[in-house]
């Protein structure tokens, strides 16, 4: 029997948290609903009083809860990020994950007894990181970018002493995390501060030539023929004309799946497995939680790793191993 890895699950909002829970995840990680996570959408995340109930109903049934409080403060108004970390503290989250180095040294100084993870949002992707970040601030976990191979993390967690979690599902994710300010620079919304890409409030659909147009702001993301599905306007996923020719530059609408290389995961010592989506709804979350949990636990048990069937709530019903099975070096 193969240690099982946790299956850590998104939730944007209650209903999502009680499906994770009820699908089998072994935790929950969420935002509260202002700029302190980085999924600061209109209609997600929690109050404080969902989040006392949603950590009644987990932690009745055994499962944990992470708040992510993982953007960066404005200077010199620090209090919606400190008061973010006390009602998570005082409420009794599981953990918190955190990517600003002052909000971590807060953390430890004012709230020692409460666990804390290192955000993908911190871009930690080398052993002296990570290992300054435990050494300071008694960092427990350390989620890691989607830049590495399998092999390149096994090497990695023979140097560190912390758990790793690894994306497993969803969105591929193309820019360094953390670093990236493609939004910024056309939005004015930042989604390491503001904790918005592409805010809605920016995006605008129009019919034109017989084509739908994306645009966010003054910028043209995308333009589907008709009957295309057309995606959501984010830069990283825009179709741009080069040299005469449409094409994805950056990043083609598909989803990660890395499902194929659980036993490699477990072999290289990862803890937490990351389902990406706090966006999406509870139907996502349920079907997709639950098929991940019948392929964490065949691969437990070291039986073959059944291939769910996920394609319809993949982006593009396409999907991809991302840099778990680099080609290109």
Known sequence: ???????????GTPAALKAAVDAGGDSVYLGFRDETNARNFPGLNFTRDELKEGLSYAHDRGVKILVAINTF????????????????????????????????????????ELRRHLSVQASASNAEAICFYHREF????????????????AALNKQIPVETEVFIF?????????????????????????????????????????????????????????????????????????RGRAAYLFEEPTSLSAISVLPELIAAGVTALKIEGRQRGRAYVAQVVAALRRAVDAAARGDPVPAPALHAVMEGQRETAGAYEKTWR
């Open 170 to 242: 969803g969105s591929v994710g193309c820019m360094a995390e953390g670093r990236c300010a493609l939004s910024s620079y056309v939005t004015g919304q930042s989604p390491n501060m503001n904790g918005v890409c592409s805010p809605a409030s920016h995006v605008r659909y129009i019919e034109q030539g017989g084509r739908l147009v994306c645009r966010l702001g003054d910028f043209t993301i995308n333009a589907f023929a008709d009957g295309e599905a057309a995606s959501y306007p984010t830069l990283c996923k825009g179709r741009f004309v080069t």
């Open 138 to 153: 008694n960092i427990k976990r350390v989620v890691l970018p989607r830049i590495f191979t399998v092999a390149e993390i």
């Open 73 to 112: 403060p404005r200077a010199g108004d620090l209090g919606p990020w400190h008061r973010a970390v006390d009602d998570a503290a005082r409420l009794g989250a599981d953990a918190v994950i955190l990517a600003d180095i002052g909000l971590i040294d807060y953390v430890a100084r004012k709230h020692p």
């Open 1 to 11: 029997m193969n240690r099982a890895l946790e299956l850590v699950c998104p939730a």
